[in-house]
């Protein structure tokens, strides 16, 4: 195996507060209708800092504590990214707060700073991260990126969907879960959704930042379907094509640095001793090994083919189609429960009205990749009409109902080189190819350059068309229970795995995919080799992106199954207090007098944190906030 293939994360640990609160006691406090809180938001508690803890101590908490369960070297770090929107100052970053984790090993040498836009910050980081050690400037070492956040709101309607939580991910190369290159899609907006212009709590407008989410989550996902179809319809022979996977023009240089992961870990996890590490000579020849014969390698993949979502070889100029069923499972950021269902569900709708395209002509002949994923989402149909015959029902009078005027895709567009306009309905993306030997090309590209222009062009039809039909239909109430309905048994086995925290903890902010992806990882752990994962980030203001993490077999600590041991996150859960909703209404009342507060020390003891947690000793006159570990 190349010794940079593969990069992605290859520990997590994760950190929640030891108290919460009951939503079903909340909303008796509250004197909000039974299931406001339990069935309306889909949540079962809510976890909250007390004065003692803020984001700083839990990002000091679990980024100390992911060191030490994976014995991590500090000096082995070289990069430090945090995503957060809580930051306690607004100039000195949380990153340099971590820092006096790494001042007893002397490693100042860690790049990296933090990463703010509201619940999208850690998704950031982690891009950075895996940039970072995909580059030259890459110098051998692990990268770490903390999303750490507390969710609080004024007294009213959106106080219940607040919460708390840290997450932190080690980031390198022979990750169990790889980062899939070429398959993430963003959507950036200026948008006053949710912001926080001053004071503690945010300023919210929810139906917008409801609406601002779902539409999103539709052009994120229509954009990484169509970015992977395009990447089986390139001839990956040539790897210069700009939609060919990526290769190095040449070997990057790595810097001599005496604390480079090793890219043949084998690690006992039961060791007493660090093996994470390993000494370069002083000609940093091991170093400079590690990048060789990248180039070659990734040259071979190149050739072999790009299709990752199917792990084959594609054929030239064929573009297989993509939908949910080519992904195991699915995480999502989590305001609350019950918008992560509406969020799959609308996928599902997306997938169903491309499914509805007219086939148009028939080529004489299909790839085995087109034959095999129509069979598939044949069968799925089938099967899935058969046991909910009623539900299948309901979902298309739902739909028939909603696109009265949008039964099939009808856009007209207009090439480029034509005058005359041409339906899509008569071709959907994935049979494009096989009809371009019946259209004129022009003369001054190359054919299989004009074959992905035109593909290009069709995609962007599709997406303009997909867009129109879905905002008809974005307040929907009949279309979105059918929708839910229709997809609960699909939802069930893809996103509630990974939905164990963000019920019982909340809303965490930058921290909330990252707890999606542990709790994920508790539920199914080896189970997740070749598996490939579909994650959705939301920011609000707003900044969104979707990826796909594919699990990989791997030897020694980082095996899954040794991360799902890890992180445990079920037992702690069950370790936490619960207060009542009288007590948490009064620690709000704590936390606003200690917003921006100077000599303030902390009226909640110590005593009630779990061992190996950061809290706040106190803040003097100047501001400086200090802290300390419980033994």
């Known amino acids: 195996m190349d010794a940079v293939s593969n990069i992605g ?355 004489a002949e299909h790839s085995p990749s087109t034959h095999a994923s129509e069979s598939r989402c044949t069968a799925e149909a089938e099967t899935q009409q058969a046991a909910h015959p009623q539900e299948a029902q309901a979902h298309q009078d739902a739909l028939q109902q909603a696109h009265p005027q949008h039964t099939h895709f009808q856009p007209q567009l207009q090439h480029p080189h034509k005058q005359h306009s041409s339906p899509i309905s008569h071709s959907s993306p994935h049979q494009l190819h096989q009809q371009q030997g019946h259209q004129q090309q022009a003369p001054d590209l190359p054919q299989q350059q004009q074959q992905l222009q035109r593909l290009h062009q069709l995609q962007e039809a599709e997406a303009a068309e997909l867009h129109k039909q879905l905002a008809d239909t974005l307040s929907n109430r009949a279309l979105e229970k059918a929708m839910a309905n229709k997809s609960a048994a699909q939802f069930e086995a893809k996103v509630q795995p990974g939905c164990l925290a963000g019920q019982a903890l909340g809303n965490m902010y930058s921290a909330s995919l990252g707890m999606a992806l542990a709790s994920l990882i508790e539920a199914k752990g080896a189970d997740l080799e070749g598996s490939k994962i579909l994650m959705f980030s939301y920011g609000s203001g707003l900044a969104a992106g979707m990826f796909v993490l594919k699990g990989k077999a791997v030897p020694g600590a980082f095996a899954l199954h040794h991360l799902q041991n890890k992180v445990d996150l079920q037992d702690r859960l069950q370790q936490r207090s619960k207060s009542s909703p009288e007590e948490f209404a009064e620690t709000m009342h704590v936390l606003e007098k200690r917003f921006q507060a100077a000599e303030y020390h902390p009226v909640s003891s110590a005593a009630t944190l779990h061992s190996h947690t950061y809290y706040l000793k106190s803040i003097d006159h100047a501001y400086r906030s200090s802290y300390s570990r419980v033994d």
């Not at 007294?155 to 932190?168: D, I, L």
């Open 9 to 363: 994360i290859l520990a997590v640990e994760a950190y929640f507060p030891s108290q919460f609160v009951d939503q079903a006691e909340l909303e008796k406090h509250d004197n909000a209708s039974a299931g406001k809180y339990t069935i309306g938001l889909g949540q079962t508690s809510m976890a909250f800092f007390k004065d003692q803890e803020n984001v700083v101590s839990a990002a000091m908490t679990v980024t100390q504590n992911l060191m030490d369960k994976y014995q991590i070297d500090p000096r082995s770090i070289g990069r430090l990214e945090v995503g957060t929107e809580s930051s306690i100052d607004k100039s000195k970053s949380i990153k340099t707060f971590l820092m006096a984790l790494f001042a007893d090993s002397g490693n100042t040498d860690i790049e990296g700073v933090d990463n703010v836009n509201a619940c999208y910050g850690g998704t950031a980081g982690l891009y950075n991260a895996i940039n970072w050690v995909e580059s030259r400037a890459w110098d051998g070492r692990y990268a770490m990126v903390v999303a750490s956040d507390e969710a609080v709101y004024a007294e009213g309607p959106a106080r219940p969907s607040g919460g708390a939580g840290a997450v932190a991910f080690l980031v390198g190369p022979n990750a169990p879960l790889v980062l899939e290159r070429g398959l993430t899609s963003c959507h950036m907006q200026h948008v006053y959704d949710f912001y926080k212009p001053a004071g503690l709590y945010p300023k919210v407008d929810g139906p917008l930042s409801l609406k601002c989410y779902m539409r999103a989550l539709e052009t994120c996902y229509i954009r990484l379907c169509h970015k992977a179809e395009l990447r089986t319809a390139v001839n990956t022979a040539n790897p210069r094509h700009p939609h060919a996977p990526h290769v190095p023009s040449e070997s990057p240089h790595v810097q001599p640095n005496p604390y480079v992961v090793s890219p043949q870990l084998e690690c006992d996890p039961n060791s007493s001793t660090s093996d994470l590490i390993f000494p370069l000579s002083p000609d940093s020849s091991h170093a400079q090994s590690l990048h060789a014969d990248a180039q070659p390698a990734a040259a071979s993949a190149a050739a072999a083919g790009a299709a990752s979502l199917t792990d084959e070889a594609a054929a030239p100029h064929a573009a297989q189609e993509v939908d949910l069923s080519d992904f195991n499972y699915c995480c999502f950021h989590s305001p609350f429960h019950k918008l992560v269902r509406k969020a799959f569900a609308r996928l599902c709708h997306i997938d169903k009205l491309r499914q509805q395209r007219p086939a148009g002509p028939q080529p």
